[in-house]
């Protein structure tokens, strides 16, 4: 059984940075890629940024340059580092990853962009 808890939303200015964290519990987290999520209301749940087991990074367009992910294996951690947040990344920011063709998600962290 894998757990996912995010932390570090929080309501920003436009061009402030926040930095989400994604602790993993359960299973042997290096051997899992990982991903981090957002959604609004009345959208698809979109994929922001990925990361592989050996810390290749993947991002969204609408990110690329801006945020970057990044996983600690001594900590069971993977975080995602946003800078130069615009009021268009608002949304709850979901951890995710997929063990045995099962998906796992976090409970999401609200992030707030005012303009």
């Known amino acids: 059984q894998v757990q996912l808890v995010e932390s570090g939303g929080g309501l920003v200015q436009a061009g402030e940075s926040l930095r989400l964290s994604c602790a993993y519990s359960?299973?042997?987290?290096?051997?899992?890629?990982m991903g981090w999520y957002r959604q609004t209301p009345g959208k698809q749940r979109e994929l922001v940024a990925a990361?592989?087991?050996?810390?290749?990074?993947s991002y969204a367009d609408s990110v690329k340059g801006r945020f970057t992910i990044s996983r600690d294996n001594a900590k069971n951690t993977v975080y995602l580092q946003m800078n130069s947040l615009k009021p268009e990344d608002t949304a709850v920011y979901y951890c995710?990853?997929?063990?045995?063709?099962?998906?796992?998600w976090g409970q999401g962290t609200q992030v707030t962009v005012s303009s």
């Open positions: 995710n990853t997929d063990r045995g063709g099962i998906d796992y």
């Open positions: 359960g299973t042997i987290f290096r051997f899992n890629a």
């Open positions: 990361i592989g087991t050996a810390g290749r990074p």
